[in-house]
């Protein structure tokens, strides 16, 4: 039998006024908090001139399996076109040694994701020729 998805309850949206909060919070992460520097040491001013990009990052020791977990969750949206982002979350357990943070690798995909977008000229979004499709078969 197929399982039932429908909700029985009405989801309660959170206040605009919150909503604002919490972004500029994460926003601040990315921009002088914890995940400013691995930020910085990944992308430069002109990939992060093209982005809003928000954070929430965190550490702890855990025991299952034993080590220190790092962790990082946020998103990256085009200023040019704030509907077309990305999210990404990174959670590494670190035992004898500590290799890139979580901020680092969340980073490096994010500039990964931007290196991929369309190329912005002063008329408008260009297509990049370089991922168009061939009618060729």
């Known amino acids: 039998d197929p399982i039932d998805l429908s909700l029985s309850y009405e989801p309660s949206l959170i206040e605009k006024g919150e909503l604002k909060y919490m972004q500029t919070m994460m926003q601040n992460t990315t921009a002088k908090g914890t995940s400013r520097k691995g930020f910085h040491q990944i992308m430069r001013k002109h990939h992060l001139d093209k982005l809003i990009t928000g954070a929430k990052t965190g550490s702890l020791d855990g025991e299952s399996p034993k080590g220190r977990y790092d962790w990082f969750m946020g998103y990256a949206k085009l200023k040019s ?52 499709l061939s009618s060729a078969r």
Not at 112 to 124: A, F, T, V
């Open 81 to 132: 076109n704030p509907k077309k982002g990305v999210a990404i979350v990174v959670m590494q357990v670190h035992q004898t040694y500590q290799s890139l943070l979580s901020t680092r690798i969340a980073a490096l995909l994010i500039k990964d994701w931007l290196s991929n977008q369309p190329k912005i000229e002063k008329k408008g979004l260009q297509p990049d020729p370089t991922l168009q």
